[in-house]
């Protein structure tokens, strides 16, 4: 049951689209794998956002093309989420999830709320709010990765994690400027090493001369800026840590973790969004999500694909059942296909293969995952996904029934297979359950909560 | 709202009351199709107490002049008005009260039947009646003597004591003026950096990053001729051909020629003779395979990069800003999170800024090798103050030299120091955090004075002269500041900013990563992008500083800039290379801003142009006037039809009711730019039908003023915007707030009625409205946090 390949240590420098990233020293797998009893809870939580919503029930009373019906065993998965056919054992699927009715009917509205389940965004996203309780002790407290979530200046409404409320802040849509903040020079990753950064004790003592500047700046401007300071001074505090820990600090890697690259070549800076590129932008940023996780730096990932009435021309994706060189199809506007399910409509016609082609993204991270071992089984298995958008139906931008969709074995906690219909459960619920099987014991979050969903969790 | 159905969508009448609270509730959000662009959003103000009432604002004085139902009215109106006309009546995304001229029963009947905006049957009757009484009293005549109700509370409207992240584009011009180094001095340009400079009055001086010279050293061989010849002329082997001739400079030994070069990357190789030899640039050490066993040279062209040499890219990948709903530039000054990712890419810049530093000795007071605790402190005190831009305090000093010292190494010593210099709040941020003044105020220091001006006009850390200013106490009186900010606006330095600025402030950044159908319009590529994008810079600096200052010059100028690449667009002829130069508009069709590529095409879609967003442009962009988020299933936009025009498309918005409600404010005024592609290129027909490309120009002044301003050509549109009072307004409100970084609310009346007023007084002078700004209350003066 506990096969895994020894790993052998070696260092070498990886050069990647013109940057030179050295890996001083690799983690030697030394000591047993990390067990987790049975139950324990999910090891990790990974966010996939994209946006724009599904083809839910539309204006004119077809039902939604998205979500499952029938028993909570014996249910059926539509064509559009077709993809996930293979993954129904790992999967859960809820029904009946509602974002309450403020703003209800818009994009912005429902992205604000999505994380934080509070109306116009004002409190706490809930991969933030894990990040700084159980992912305290991890090397990275969250990892936030974008894909063209940038695009055009994007920002404020369009990003989806709150570190406080009423205030988002940017995913890193450059896979390259991603991996040198995870791996790059001088970054150490757990397990010991013989030949220690020899700039180390220099970013010692910078980071210490970095905190007294900024607690005696706090001291002397006593209460004006407190907020945007004490932000600060958590992030130094964070970065901190990292600086200081000792290699053999750090929690040792939990899955095969190395020679961490990118799993491709990058599109320099100048291609960055160019929309073509898409898939493999997005692909590149779950494969830096899972080999992270693999190095054990970060047990909360948000993975955002666009942001909200995204411009995104999905038409241009190559290879895909979307390519169409002459035609351009954006993605807020195919959401926007009218009133009835026609597939003689182009919009919808286009929209429904879209959203097909995002369930195939979760399919590609429930894969990466599974090959991935850990402790008696995969990474899969100690993991918690959550798939979710910004509104359900994307015509009529209602945020009821919401399209989320669960996976991984959250370490023994969360049996697959099943679909939850909750009626109109407030999906703040959601994130509270979302936070227990992460071993957080909370039991209320954002509005109108009353606990986790019931029968989710063991 | 919600029920027991499942996502289901609602019925149509429950959609339109659902638009209306939504859009009574967020009035001024933005619209769907927009990026977040709308102007307006409801801002925690401690004067308002949520409930309609406002502390020591315009209306406290007025409330004994009660007509009977006065009080009524005033509760109906912060009900149901306030969120759109403000609570004292100034305007928010409705139109202004206090100039209502219109009398008494005309305000009753706009009132019964269309207000409140969107649901126009919640207040009818005595309603309106009372809410009538209330805003006439109130706002419009409340003495009955025709006195303008501005009272103006001096607190209020001051924005709070903060500190204000640096901006990417501020911090790399921080950088790159502190660590400015004087010219190398030069006889010939083999005394300067030969590809990047040229040497000019005995100093060396950077050649712009897009001009780059080729040299080529024949090593005592004879030529007749030497060319260059690359991707970026398609190869020829000889001069006649199209090869880039290159001049023999015998002083030198070298045969040399500058070109202007399109961004991107190239390979090359020089040829003599006319095709005789080829040669690889010896002196360039990029390459590539040639296909023939040997080397083509690589040259890049990367002119978005910060700066050149060693510091190149270094803000490249900070994380962007964050700009809060419905504010459009990059300056705000209440966001700018510092995340744990900010933090390592400050460290990182800190540490090559350090190593930069440590190894110039034009920088420091001694050799780096020879740096002992009594030339650190010299370092501090220079450079240092200069970093901080004010002078470090004596416990600051210990503690960096603390630093210096309790590293075993000199040069350690040094680095650790200088890195946490550039770590530390007092660099990142800057500071308007002031010294109470006594009257509950707090005035910001000269320091902190001389940094707002800098980064106000020049985008940048103050200069020497700036600094002495404010060491003499220059900048604490009126005069010494006004002084200085002339000074300053005088600056060819200014020019930087307000080109960002009219970026910012029209919506066109995302000119540079906006994505166009490729078959449609496969020459839009990077280098066209940076062309438009710099067209708009060029243009408005033009207008503030070279040629007349005015404002309706930005709406009714027959000219703008344009190179090789925007020719095509514009239908230019004889218009040749990649610099800019001015170009009178040939088509007769474009005036000003509103015929500007950028504008036209971030405001259109990838496949097709858009009236809906090219309408809205102008409403919120020049006129300030925001109007709700459509309706969840307004539908979007209607399919390109091979065989109508888009004016046909959009037929839906004005035959329904329902859609007419919001698009009347929009169509008519988007339709007259249907003369412009998706490119912003002339056409005449689309689909095979001519284009009817007249619009009306309404409400120009205010949503439901009930005007007409049809118009036949955007010229005639841009007269009418010249002229208006609310797009000048509206140029004011939107520089102030790039300014401040915040938007404005109504405790901000008086500062922009003073603003308006110059405005008005200099005919739109754009210079002087500049001026205006540093010298009002809000520039200097600070309330405290509350």
Not at chain 1, 179 to 198: H, I, K, N, S
């Amino acid at each position: 049951m506990n096969q895994r390949n020894p790993l052998s240590r070696r260092s070498f420098l990886k050069a990647l689209g013109g940057a030179s990233l050295a890996l001083p020293f690799l983690q030697l797998l030394g000591d047993a794998p990390t067990a987790f009893a049975d139950g324990l809870g999910a090891r990790r939580l990974i966010i996939l956002y994209f946006p724009d919503g599904v083809p839910g029930p539309s204006q004119n009373g077809e039902p939604s093309l998205w979500h499952c019906s029938g028993g909570e065993r014996s249910f059926a998965i539509p064509d559009l989420l077709s993809p996930l056919e293979p993954w129904r054992d790992r999967c859960v699927f809820l029904n009946g999830l509602s974002m309450g009715g403020t703003d209800a009917g818009s994009h912005p509205g429902g992205a604000k709320k999505l994380l934080t389940g509070v109306d116009g965004g004002g409190g706490e996203s809930i991969d933030r709010y894990l990040a700084r309780t159980v992912g305290a002790d991890s090397p990275h407290r969250m990892v936030y990765l974008g894909a063209m979530a940038n695009h055009n200046n994007a920002s404020g409404d369009k990003h989806i994690s709150y570190p406080s409320a009423g205030q988002t802040t940017p995913p890193e849509d450059n896979p390259v400027d991603a991996f040198e903040r995870l791996f790059g020079q001088g970054v150490p990753t757990g397990g010991g090493d013989p030949a220690p950064d020899p700039r180390k004790a220099q970013k010692v003592s910078v980071i210490d001369g970095a905190l007294a500047e900024m607690a005696a700046l706090r001291s002397r401007l006593g209460g004006v800026e407190q907020r945007k300071l004490d932000q600060h001074l958590d992030s130094l505090r964070e970065v901190e840590r990292r600086i200081k820990a000792d290699a053999a600090e750090l929690p040792p890697p939990v899955s095969t973790c190395d020679s961490p690259g990118l799993s491709g070549p990058a599109p320099p800076r100048s291609e960055l969004y160019e929309p073509g590129r898409f898939p493999e932008v997005l692909k590149l940023q779950i494969d830096l999500m899972v080999q992270a996780m693999a190095c054990n730096l970060t047990r909360v990932g948000t993975l955002q694909a666009s942001h909200h009435t995204s411009e995104l021309i999905m038409s241009r994706f190559p290879d895909t059942e979307l390519y169409d060189a002459g035609y351009d199809m954006r993605s807020h506007q195919a959401s926007h296909y009218g009133a009835s399910h026609d597939f003689g409509h182009r919009e919808f016609a286009e929209y429904v293969k879209q959203r097909r082609w995002f369930a195939g993204q979760l399919a590609y991270l429930l894969e990466q995952l599974q090959s991935r071992p850990e402790a008696d089984g995969t990474m899969l298995d100690y993991s918690l996904v959550l798939l979710c958008t910004e509104v359900c139906d994307g015509n009529t931008h209602q945020h009821d029934n919401m399209p989320f969709v669960l996976a991984g074995g959250a370490g023994g906690r969360m049996a697959g297979g099943r679909l939850l219909d909750f009626g109109t459960r407030r999906h703040s619920d959601l994130l509270v359950s979302i936070a227990n099987a992460m071993g957080d014991g909370l039991r209320s979050f954002g509005q109108e909560s009353n606990g986790g969903l019931p029968g989710l969790l063991a | 709202m919600t029920d027991q159905a499942p996502c289901r969508p609602p019925a149509r009448w429950a959609v339109f009351a659902l638009a209306a609270l939504l859009t009574a509730s967020a009035c001024g959000a933005p619209t769907s199709e927009e990026d977040g662009a709308g102007p307006w959003s409801p801002r925690n103000n401690e004067a308002n107490n949520g409930d309609g009432t406002n502390n020591g604002a315009n209306n406290a004085n007025h409330n004994t002049n009660n007509s009977d139902n006065t009080l009524e009215g005033r509760q109906l109106y912060a009900e149901l008005c306030a969120d759109c006309h403000g609570d004292n009546g100034r305007g928010h995304s409705g139109p202004t009260l206090w100039d209502w001229d219109r009398g008494r029963d005309a305000l009753v009947a706009i009132t019964d039947a269309t207000m409140p905006y969107g649901e126009p049957e919640v207040c009818e009757g005595a309603c309106a009646e009372a809410v009538a009484s209330f805003i006439l009293a109130t706002f419009v005549d409340p003495g009955g003597d025709n006195n303008t109700p501005l009272v103006c509370d001096g607190l209020a409207e001051l924005p709070t004591r903060r500190i204000r992240l640096l901006t990417r584009r501020e911090y790399a011009a921080t950088v790159r003026d502190l660590l400015q180094q004087p010219a190398a001095r030069c006889s010939s340009l083999r005394d300067c950096d030969l590809r990047h400079q040229t040497c000019e009055a005995g100093a060396c001086a950077d050649l712009p990053c897009d001009v780059k010279t080729f040299y080529f050293d024949p090593q005592g061989a004879r030529y007749s001729s030497v060319h260059v010849a690359g991707e970026f002329n398609a190869w020829p082997a000889t001069v006649a051909t199209g090869g880039w001739a290159m001049a023999w400079d015998a002083d030198l030994g070298l045969w040399i020629t500058q070109r202007s070069l399109d961004p991107g990357t190239f390979q090359y190789k020089f040829v003599a003779n006319n095709g005789e030899r080829w040669f690889q640039d010896t002196s360039n050490p990029e390459g590539a395979p040639d296909g023939f066993g040997g080397q083509n040279s690589l040259l890049q062209v990367d002119c978005a990069a910060a700066s050149s040499g060693a510091l190149a890219g270094l803000t490249a990948s900070f994380p962007p800003e964050t700009r809060p709903e419905g504010f459009p530039f990059d300056t705000a000054a209440d966001t700018g999170n510092v995340t744990a990712v900010h933090i390592e890419e400050y460290l990182k810049a800190a540490e090559r800024l350090a190593d930069e530093v440590a190894s110039s000795d034009g920088l420091l007071p001694c050799p780096a090798a020879l740096m002992d605790a009594a030339c650190a402190r010299t370092l501090l005190e220079g450079f240092g103050a200069q970093a901080w831009r004010r002078p470090l305090e004596a416990a600051e000093l210990d503690r960096l030299l603390g630093l210096f010292t309790a590293q075993g190494r000199r040069a350690d010593g040094l680095r650790v120091m200088l890195t946490v210099l550039f770590s530390a709040p007092s660099f990142l941020y800057r500071f308007e955090v002031g010294e109470a003044v006594g009257d509950g105020t707090f005035r910001l220091t000269a320091w902190e004075t001389a940094s707002l001006l800098s980064y106000t006009f020049w985008g940048t850390m103050p200069d020497t002269a700036l600094f002495d200013a404010a060491r003499a106490g220059e900048l604490a009186t009126d005069q010494g500041l006004e002084a200085q900010a002339r000074r300053l606006l005088g600056d060819p330095r200014a020019e930087n900013v307000i080109g960002e600025f009219a970026l910012q402030w029209l919506g066109v950044e995302k000119i540079l990563t906006t994505n166009k159908n490729q078959a449609m319009f496969p020459d839009f590529d990077v280098a066209t992008r940076q062309a438009m994008a710099e067209e708009t810079r060029q243009f408005v600096s033009h207008v503030v500083f070279g040629s007349s200052h005015k404002y309706d010059e930005l709406l009714l100028a027959d000219y703008t800039f344009a190179n090789d690449r925007l020719a095509g667009i514009y239908g230019l002829s004889g218009v040749s290379g990649s610099a800019l130069r001015r170009v009178t508009y040939p088509d007769g069709q474009r005036s000003g801003l509103l015929g500007h590529a950028s504008v036209l095409a971030s405001y259109a879609h990838s496949d097709q142009s858009s009236p809906i967003l090219r309408g809205l442009f102008v409403r919120n962009k020049l006129l300030c006037q925001s109007l709700g988020a459509p309706p969840p299933n307004a539908g979007g936009v209607p399919e390109v039809d091979p065989n109508a025009t888009t004016r046909e498309r959009f037929r839906q918005h004005t035959a329904d009711p329902f859609c007419h409600s919001c698009h009347q404010f929009i169509d008519d005024v988007g339709f007259g730019f249907e003369r412009f592609d998706a490119i912003g290129q002339l056409r005449q027909v689309e689909n095979g039908q001519p284009i009817d490309a007249t619009g009306n120009m309404n409400d120009v002044e205010g949503l439901y003023t009930d005007t007409d301003a049809p118009y036949a050509n955007e010229a005639e549109l841009a007269a009418i915007l010249a002229d208006s009072q609310a797009a000048r307004s509206c140029f004011t409100r939107q520089y102030l707030r790039f300014v401040i970084g915040e938007l404005e609310d109504d405790a901000d009346a008086c500062t922009l009625r003073a603003l308006d007023d110059r405005f008005a007084e200099t005919d739109g002078d754009i210079q002087a409205l500049m001026i205006a700004v540093t010298t009002s209350d809000t520039f200097v003066l600070r309330r405290p946090t509350p």
